[in-house]
């Protein structure tokens, strides 16, 4: 504050107020629920009636007596683990397709994005008659392939989680869109080079296309932790968790406990949990980019 | 002077939340009711405030299951409305046992209303919690099946003559069942599924009032989970479930019944008007779910939405005038007539107008029965409920052991009720 001049004061306090909306909304609709929910963490709280402190009591009963703890935990880092990489490859698959020139590029380009905006609640309807094990036209199209018996999807708790991916890769378009940019932004000038040293196509995806691309790779796979994590919408509309709980995600669960079993304290404890597993994960990532992350200019 | 204005212009806004204008009194009503049934309710709330000047009730549709969620945080918040039907007769208990409702003794017998002499019997024993009344219903329900005669016929069973012993259903179960080459199942007798239900008419149940306990591994329980799983055992359970997994909604076209997939239907009191829109050709009877030796005959459960005043209505005196006025015979026979739906009220379901439609005559009956159910008053019971839809779930498609499976929940079921009282305080 020391030898500021009174239009300086001025400027930084209009740049103050014209911050305050949104620095309120923040406070009040971010930060304030987020500490709540901490404290919400270590009580019995209902929702309903004041919340009454006990201390690490939730913590204790998830990791110590909710068996459908690790079982949805589980659920979640398979969709995590497996999800996330098919989704990545599958998108990044379609972008460099629609990177080749081709008459009516744009039309493909469409087509291909469109599923990405489809609500998630219609595309989850849709997909529960696509996957459906007898009338369903995957299946159907399977059993013209030769496969005598195709797998029972959502009726079978080992198939139900590998359909939700295959339904996920379907809307792969929203990462599309991100590679494809990243695509067009490699200099025309290293292909060149690379073709002059006589590299062939896969030579130059490997050594010039793939480095080039990778903050984007990073970009996509640090939003596709996070999203999977928080994996809820298409089970609640789709499965309700079954069959068998082979479905019950972690927000599911949580979800479940703060709204049909009025315990808002213990699923303040989940979703903490969940946000510490999650944190470790990206930290995680962010660590290893290190090495393989290539920001243009810089040497590896 | 243009701050003075702006000033003046403020303090105005700020004042008129302030203002008591003369007028109507604004009573807020959350419905659950969507769609059509939405329509019916908003004509009933015009008519109510052309007739009430100086209450103005004003309907707010809260849609699916997200408007049941709003109402913990309404009343966490303090925010709740006035009047509000989106509270399922399973959560009632829990509710009611948080204090956050009021309760309706008082004004009902100022207004000369009587649950005990008005409501059917399964209702009344679900909106009294620990001896008060906590909720009114304007509809209620039942469930029973709907056999396809021209079905039985081809098979060679009597068409006029239902099952009413469980071995009777099997055998008329399996006698229509036909599978496609490759396996698959092309029809289906009854697929059993509610375990919930059934558990009541194997004579069972999944609380002890008097005990004050839950019992979901009563023997008769075991006894009705282990006969639903013999359908499953009986056939491929996979084909099984592949067969369901093709069944549309009840209200559509594609429900199976209506396509003549299955030949036994598992439903309510809807099913007349469906039988009308999708499938006018199936010639159908209907029968009470069948019992076992030592079963209940004409057991049904009665769930649904009921109507509540919460603690922090502003309005008490209106919410009731207008709560007392949409469970008034006229009212709920008009709005159970439009949407098809087993009223309430014993007077009303005198009513000719009800029992010209024979399906809704028997459902009526089977509503008015002493043995029908509603849910029991225990906070945990929508835990509960979703717990044993688990239990089922995990015999029927997981092939595992009944008996195992409903001791496994018993248990679970024992800690959450001590958890519950405990943090109930009772």
């Known amino acids: 504050m020391i030898g500021r001049t009174a239009s300086e004061r001025a400027y930084s306090r209009n740049g103050v107020l014209f911050a305050l909306p949104w620095l309120i909304g923040f406070s009040a609709f971010f930060a304030y629920p987020i500490l709540a929910s901490l404290y919400f963490s270590f009580c019995n709280f209902d929702g309903v009636r004041p919340p009454q402190w006990i201390g690490l009591g939730n913590y204790r009963e998830l990791f110590l007596e909710d068996d459908l703890f690790f079982k949805s935990l589980g659920n979640t880092l398979f969709m995590v683990a497996f999800g996330v990489p098919t989704s990545i490859c599958f998108g990044l698959g379609i972008a460099l397709l629609l990177n080749q020139k081709v008459k009516g590029m744009a039309i493909y380009r469409t087509v291909y994005y469109l599923p990405s905006i489809t ?60 590679y494809l940019a990243a695509l067009q932004n490699v200099p025309a000038a290293l292909y060149e080079a690379a073709a002059l040293d006589g590299a062939g196509m896969v030579s130059q995806f490997r050594n010039v296309t793939l480095p080039m691309i990778t903050p984007v790779i990073l970009f996509n796979l640090i939003m596709g932790l996070i999203g999977s994590f928080q994996y809820f919408t298409e089970a609640y509309v789709m499965t309700h968790g079954g069959p068998e709980d082979a479905t019950l995600f972690y927000s599911l669960h949580l979800f479940n406990k703060a709204f049909f079993d009025f315990r808002m304290g213990y699923a303040s404890a989940m979703a903490w949990v969940l946000f510490l597993v999650t944190l470790a994960c990206a930290v995680a990532v962010f660590k290893s980019s290190i090495k393989w992350v290539y920001y243009g200019g810089d040497l590896r | 002077m243009k701050r003075l204005t702006l000033w003046i212009g403020l303090i105005a806004i700020a004042g008129c939340g302030r203002v008591h204008t003369e007028g109507p009194v604004e009573v807020v009503y959350w419905t659950g009711w969507s769609g059509d049934e939405f329509k019916i309710q908003k004509q009933l709330v015009e008519k109510f405030n052309s007739t009430h000047p100086h209450i103005r009730v004003r309907i707010v549709c809260q849609f699916g299951n997200a408007g ?312 945990i019971w929508p835990t509960y409920t979703r717990e044993i839809a688990r239990a089922e779930e995990a015999v029927l498609a997981g092939r595992r052991d009944p008996k195992v499976v409903l001791d496994n929940l018993q248990a679970r079921m024992e800690k959450e009720y001590r958890r519950s009282k405990a943090e109930l305080g009772q």
């Open chain 1, 119 to 178: 609500p998630v609640v219609a595309t989850s309807i849709l997909w529960l008659w696509l996957l459906n094990p007898q009338a369903g036209l995957i299946n159907l199209a399977l059993q013209h392939l030769g496969v005598a018996n195709p797998p029972g999807w959502l009726t079978d708790p080992a198939w139900a989680k590998p359909g939700l991916i295959l339904m996920g890769v379907w809307g792969a378009g929203g990462g599309m869109v991100i």
């Open chain 2, 68 to 379: 049941y969620e709003k109402v913990r945080i309404a009343i966490a918040g303090n925010a709740t409305p006035d009047v509000m039907s989106t509270v399922w007769a399973d959560e009632l208990a829990g509710y009611a046992k948080r204090g956050v409702l009021l309760p309706l003794d008082e004004l009902m017998a100022r207004s000369g209303r009587s649950l005990e002499k008005e409501f059917t019997p399964g209702l009344r024993k679900s909106l009294r919690i620990d001896g008060k009344v906590y909720a009114l219903a304007v509809t209620t329900n039942t469930s029973f099946i709907v056999y396809n005669k021209q079905i039985f016929r081809e098979l060679g069973l009597d068409p006029d003559r239902p099952p009413r012993t469980v071995e009777e259903l099997d055998r008329a179960s399996d006698a229509s069942v036909s599978m496609r080459k490759d396996g698959a199942i092309q029809r289906f007798g009854y697929v059993p599924n509610n375990l919930l239900t059934w558990v009541y008419v194997f004579g069972g149940r999944w609380y002890d009032p008097k005990a004050d306990r839950v019992t979901a591994n009563d023997p008769r329980n075991v006894a009705a989970l282990k006969w639903m799983a013999d359908y499953y055992r009986r056939f491929d359970s996979q084909a099984v479930r592949r067969f369901q997994s093709t069944f549309g909604n009840d209200a559509t076209a594609q429900m199976p019944f209506f396509q003549g997939l299955i030949s036994m239907w598992a439903t309510g009191e809807w099913a007349s008007a469906f039988l009308k829109r999708y499938a006018p050709d199936i010639e159908y009877g209907y029968f009470p779910l069948p019992i076992p030796k030592g079963g209940n005959p004409e057991t049904t459960y009665c769930n649904g939405s009921v109507f509540v005043i919460p603690k922090a209505s502003r309005h008490v005196r209106e919410a009731w005038e207008f709560l007392n006025w949409l469970t008034s015979p006229e009212q709920v026979a008009y709005f159970c007539s439009k949407i098809g739906n087993v009223p309430p009220l014993l007077e009303v379901g005198d009513d000719p107008a009800f029992l010209s439609d024979p399906i809704m005559r028997f459902a009526v009956r089977l509503t008015r029965s002493e043995k029908a159910v509603g849910p029991p008053p225990i906070a």
